[in-house]
């Protein structure tokens, strides 16, 4: 759990410097490769908690596609080697995917869907993770438009009444603006939206 984290972000946290130090360097593929892993490190920021129970790795800087296997390689060997839990913030829903069995989806500092990896990927409820995912490219027809969230993040000093995201949803109506409950889908599974109070509302994004 996050309060259970005491989060330091250094440059470079030096369990991953320990951790480099083993790596294979035997080629200059190899060491391009170890150098492009640190700049990629320093820049997103790693965060230990002093005990070393919990690590708290913010992707928040744009990764190049070949480097990401290696981060990733690095920061499992460190969660074996000190046999400690991983959060992982980023905005690359492949990183989430290939990583992480519990998800969270926040929309300004609102946690507004959460639940297994199966659950948010495959049994999408919110209309802000379904947007998400449609702005994702469609790797299948690379000539299909991509479908960006309209308009524009809120002001975090001046959120909208009641849920954040209905300015920007397509399916918002009048009670989108009152306050939001949380709203079991199951024992693993719940969403932050007053449209599924609608009888047979459904987002348009069908489960896998």
């Known amino acids: 759990m996050l309060s259970d984290c005491t989060v330091w972000v250094p440059d470079i946290a030096s369990a991953y410097q320990s951790r480099m130090k083993t790596a294979d360097l035997s080629s200059p593929q190899e060491v391009a490769i170890f150098e492009t892993a640190q700049r990629e490190l320093r820049e997103s920021g790693i965060a230990f908690e002093n005990t070393y129970r919990c690590t708290v790795v913010s992707m928040s800087a744009p990764s190049e596609d070949d480097t990401m296997p290696d981060i990733e390689r690095l920061t499992w060997a460190v969660q074996e080697e000190l046999g400690m839990a991983i959060i992982m913030i980023t905005h ?18 609102t946690i507004v869907e959460k639940g297994t990896l199966e659950d948010v990927f495959n049994h999408t409820k ?31 000093t001046n959120l909208p009444e009641g849920c954040p995201f209905h300015p920007r949803c397509p399916y918002a109506d009048e009670d989108c603006k009152k306050p939001q409950v949380v709203r079991n889908i199951s024992d693993s599974h719940y969403v932050r939206c007053g449209a599924y109070d609608r009888p047979g509302f459904h987002i348009e994004r069908k489960e896998r």
């Not at 829903?93 to 500092?109: F, H, P, S, T």
């Open 126 to 156: 919110h209309p802000y993770t379904e947007g998400l995912f449609n702005s994702l490219p469609n790797i299948r027809n690379r000539t299909a438009k991509l479908q960006p969230i309209p308009g524009l993040m809120p002001d975090p």
């Open 92 to 109: 690359d829903l492949g990183i989430v995917a290939d990583i992480c069995d519990e998800v969270a989806v926040m929309y300004a500092g």
